[in-house]
């Protein structure tokens, strides 16, 4: 079975600043996704960056990178220039492919911007 | 802007009413998904729905009744619900089989309530 931990119920950052959310996971399987997901107070659930965990290099996209360590089984986000409309919950979550593709969320970090 | 719709946005119901919670995909997806956002703990599938066949039901009680007509609709029928059923519902779509090419898109969410 898939397990998803998120240790950081809430974190906060200074607008501009860098902010890691951490994540580790559990998986049996040996292919695999990581997924972190944004659910502001409007509630719709935004992807903001994914992995494949036969990539080696961790993926990017603008402001938004991971640290994915395989074999510790870790996929920390990090925020930079961090800005107001970044503030939301983020949810990391794993998926491992074959029939239903099914995706383990964690409980989620509640992340502040202060001005 | 949303390829996901779920109507409607709010629900508030008593336990002995009958309900239905509606989603619609607009994104050409083959498999539909219903979860659920309790507060303080991670999202939990409900069900899955691959070509408009169940492939998933993950315990749910039975007074939750899921309806996938086409692969565009997906229907939640609720009656008899008790006070622990209140939650944020949300509806996801995916492109079976793509995995982290096609990752799941939300919906905006149902606030459940029952009185």
């Known amino acids: 079975a898939q397990t998803v931990t998120q240790s950081q119920p809430e974190m906060s950052v200074q607008e501009a600043e860098t902010v890691t959310l951490s994540c580790t996971y559990d998986t049996s399987e040996s292919d695999y996704y990581l997924f972190w997901y944004k659910q502001p107070p409007s509630r719709q659930m935004i992807l903001v960056i994914r992995?494949?965990?036969?990539?080696?290099q961790n993926a990017t996209e603008n402001r938004f990178s991971v640290n994915f360590q395989k074999a510790a089984k870790s996929f920390s986000l990090k925020i930079s220039d961090s800005q107001l409309g970044d503030a939301a919950m983020y949810f990391c979550?794993?998926?491992?492919?074959?029939?239903?593709?099914?995706?383990?969320f964690g409980k989620g970090t509640k992340l502040t911007v202060n001005p | 802007e949303t390829g996901v719709t779920q109507t409607p946005r709010h629900l508030v119901m008593g336990m002995t009413n009958k309900k239905s919670l509606k989603c619609e995909q607009h994104l050409g997806h083959n498999a539909m998904y219903w979860y659920k956002q309790s507060a303080k703990k991670p999202l939990e599938l409900m069900f899955v729905?691959?070509?408009?066949?169940?492939?998933e039901n993950n315990s749910v009680p039975s007074r939750f009744s899921p309806e996938c007509p086409n692969s565009s609709h997906l229907f939640l029928h609720l009656h008899t619900l008790q006070p622990e059923d209140s939650a944020l519902y949300l509806c996801?779509?995916?492109?079976?089989?793509?995995?982290?090419?096609?990752?799941?898109?939300f919906g905006d969410g149902t606030r459940l309530s029952i009185l």
């Open positions: 979550a794993s998926l491992t492919q074959g029939g239903s593709e099914k995706l383990v």
């Open positions: 992995q494949e965990a036969y990539k080696q």
């Open positions: 729905y691959n070509f408009k066949e169940q492939t």
């Open positions: 996801a779509s995916s492109h079976l089989g793509q995995g982290a090419q096609q990752p799941q898109h």
